[in-house]
């Protein structure tokens, strides 16, 4: 097992463990508004932080891979510099729109743990085609995406016929 190999393992059990923790938190405690309140402005920037680090870890192997092209190694940096940066900036929206629609949410940390798995299966040498994750993927938002329409649709229509 090779570094890249170990850091695609240790990369995916942090999103399994991680993701699947946060699936069980909500479960579990679902619907205590108050205490996610407090916890909000520390959320927020260990959240941040999250996605620093998972970003730094999904690009770490296209870094790796970079390492024998000296004149791309500075584009790859450069490209996860503003990947964070991205993400830093649009992780209030983000947050909002998830916050309106909580099964987006369970989707994303169903993504993470899709993605954990792909990721300690490469660094085992398994290879799973992107083209399935990305299927999977593609498929599961486009389902969640008329979920969301048809609960709109109806919130509007009862409240048209309350009014």
Do not use: W
């Not at 097992?1 to 946060?22: H, W, Y």
């Not at 920037?45 to 999250?50: F, R, S």
């Not at 909580?102 to 940390?109: G, Q, S």
């Amino acid at each position: 097992i090779s570094g890249r190999d170990l850091i695609l393992i240790l990369g995916g059990l942090f999103l399994l463990v991680k993701s699947t923790n946060e699936i069980h938190h909500d479960i579990e405690e679902g619907g205590e508004e108050e205490k996610e309140l407090k916890k909000s402005a520390r959320g927020y920037y260990n959240t941040l932080i999250q996605i620093a680090i998972l970003d730094i870890v999904f690009s770490l192997d296209s870094v790796i891979t970079a390492v024998g092209m000296a004149s791309n190694i500075l584009v790859m940096i450069l490209a996860v510099v503003i990947a964070v940066g991205v993400m830093m900036f649009a992780s209030k929206s983000i947050s909002i729109f998830i916050e309106n629609n909580p099964t987006i949410k369970i989707l994303a940390l169903a993504f993470l743990i899709l993605v954990g798995v792909a990721l300690i299966a490469e660094g085992l040498d398994f290879h799973i085609s992107k083209g399935y994750i990305y299927f999977a993927m593609a498929f599961s938002l486009a389902v969640e995406s008329i979920n969301i329409y048809t609960r709109k649709k109806k919130t509007k229509r009862k409240s048209q016929k309350e009014a």
